[in-house]
């Protein structure tokens, strides 16, 4: 990422990172759905009840799993066919499992979906007039899991996480620029 302008207004790469994990939570959202109905019906056929809720709390970590993979592969890719692109050096390997950066990508994703959700709910909440009945917990509820329809990526709640998700991925590269300088001025 290059140094912009206004110091308070994240870089371009904030901006992609937090639209392409917006997109990748839309695509992952929209298989969780789909296949969500046939594995409750098997999960409660045969398994007990402690592994359902194994199984359940395994599943909010699955974010880290699948962005970590999916970012070993895209570097793999990019580096292989266009080895002009990658911004750094850095230790990741050939192999099939993804290397410390993409681990840390994964975790700093789900903590970036997680963060922005958990704000984004709390604007809303703040915003937004609020009445007791069940039919606005709903209504808030069904805004909030808007990631993988369409007709939601332009509503307020998905806008208002990825511009959240682009401040936490600036704060992310400035913190990562401070440790480098650190790190550089500590060697001579």
Not at 7 to 24: D, K, N, R, V
Not at 35 to 62: D, N, Q, Y
Not at 110 to 132: E, G, M, N
Request: glycine residues 4%; hydrophobic residues 55%; aromatic residues 14%.
């Amino acid at each position: 990422m290059k140094k912009n302008s206004i110091a308070w207004f994240p870089a371009t790469g904030a901006w992609m990172s937090a639209i392409l994990l917006t997109l990748l939570m839309g695509v992952v959202t929209l298989i969780i759905k789909q296949t969500s109905i046939p594995l409750i019906r098997f999960i409660g056929e045969h398994l007990s009840t402690k592994m359902s809720w194994c199984l359940s709390v395994l599943s909010l970590l699955a974010p880290i799993l699948i962005i970590a993979f999916i970012h070993h592969w895209l570097h793999l890719i990019l580096d292989r066919f266009f080895p002009d692109t990658q911004s750094a050096p850095t230790e990741e390997s050939e192999s099939f499992f993804p290397g410390l950066m993409s681990w840390w990508e994964g975790l700093f994703a789900w903590l970036a979906i997680a963060v922005s959700t958990i704000l984004a709910i709390a604007i809303i909440i703040a915003i937004c007039p609020y009445d007791s009945s069940e039919n606005s917990v709903i209504k808030y509820l069904l805004m909030l899991s808007a990631w993988d329809d369409p007709k939601h990526l332009f509503s307020a709640p998905v806008i208002g996480r990825t511009i959240i998700a682009a401040y936490l991925y600036y704060f992310e590269y400035l913190v990562r620029c401070r440790v480098q300088a650190e790190v550089t001025s500590s060697r001579w």
